[in-house]
C-alpha cells in the first residue's frame, strides 16, 4: 500500500497580514481604534480571525476594507482572504449556517410580545449604528472638500493682487502656495494674494487630520499698468504729501502679512515670492510677517535685509518719522 505524505502549504491569513502590517507600522490596537473608530474588541477578533465573535460578514468586509486602506495594504486582497477563509468556516461547519437561516420564521402580529419589540427595537438600532459608522469612516478617509468661489483659471486682472476665496471642511487646513490661511467656523476662507507681472500660479491646498490633501491650481495672467521714467501710470495722478515709505519684498516662500498705516489696517493676505509692495504713511508704519526671514524691508531708502529669522513670525514692528529703526534690523 503506498504511503502518502502531507505537506502543509504555508502562507499568511488576512489576519496575520494586518498584525504584521500594523506592527511594522508602530500602530497599537487602541491607537488604530481610536483613529479609525473601530471598537477594539473588533481589531483583536479581526486580527485573531474568531470570525464568530464578529458581527455579520457585511459589516466585517467594510471593517477589513477600512483598516487595509489605514495600513496602506490591498483592500482586494485582504477581503479575498477573508471570504476564502469564510468560506471554508462556512463548509467545515455549515450547521452554524443553518441555525443562522432557521431564525428567519414567519411572526404573526398577533403572537408579537413585548419582549420581542423590544429586541427588534435593539437590533434597528444596532443595524442604524453600523450604517452611520461605514457612512462616518468613508468620510473620515476621504480627502477634504474644496471648492473655490474666486478666481477663475486662467483669469485675466489688471491689478498687483487678487482675492482668493472658497469654501473647504470646517476642520481641514488650506494652504495657498504653502502659506496657511485663516479657516472660519463654517469652513470658508478669503485671502489678498500679491501677484507678479505675466502669469502666476496659485495652488490652494486642504488637508484634513489625517494628512488626506485636495489640491486645486488657478493661472493667472495679470497685466500691470505702463510705467514711465519709474513711476507707475494710475487713475491718481495726485499723491497726497507722505513722510514714510516702507518697500516689502518677498523671497523663497509665499508669506502672510499685515500692515497699518497711521494706524489704520492698509494691507492684509499672502504675498507670493518675488513681489513687493511699497506702504506710505504720515507718522508710522506698522508691519506684522508670518515668515521673518522671507520678509525684505526697505524703508526710506535704507536696505534693511530681513525682517528676522527663518519661519519666525514677528509682530507689530513699527517705523516711525524719526527713524527709530530697530537694531535687529539695521544692514550688517
Known sequence: MTNFVS???????????????????????????RLLKINLGYLKDLEAEELHRLPPPVYVKGFLKHYAYFLGLSEEMILQHYKTERDILDNLHPEEKLVYQSKIKKVSLLNISPKTVKFSLIGLGVVVFFIYLGWELSGFSAPPSLKIISPQDNEKVTSDSVMVSGESDKEAEVFVNGQRVFV??????????????????????????????????RNIL??????????????????????????????????????DTDGTNTFQGTMLPETSREFRARDKITITSGRAGSTYLVFNGQDLGALGEGGEVVRNVEFTKDLQIPNKLQSK
Open 7 to 33: 505537506k502543509k502549504i504555508k502562507g499568511e491569513t488576512f489576519g496575520e497580514i494586518l498584525k504584521k502590517r500594523r506592527r511594522a507600522l508602530g500602530y497599537s490596537l487602541k491607537e488604530v481604534s
Open 222 to 259: 495679470v497685466y500691470l499698468p505702463t510705467q514711465v521714467g519709474g513711476a507707475t501710470v494710475s487713475e491718481n495722478q495726485e499723491e497726497k504729501p507722505q513722510e514714510l515709505s516702507l518697500v516689502v519684498k518677498i523671497k523663497g516662500n509665499a508669506t502672510w502679512i499685515s500692515v
Open 184 to 217: 472660519d467656523e463654517e469652513g470658508n476662507f478669503r485671502e489678498q494674494i500679491v501677484l507678479n507681472g505675466g502669469v502666476n500660479l496659485i495652488e490652494i491646498l486642504a488637508r484634513n487630520k489625517l494628512g488626506r490633501e485636495r489640491k486645486v491650481e
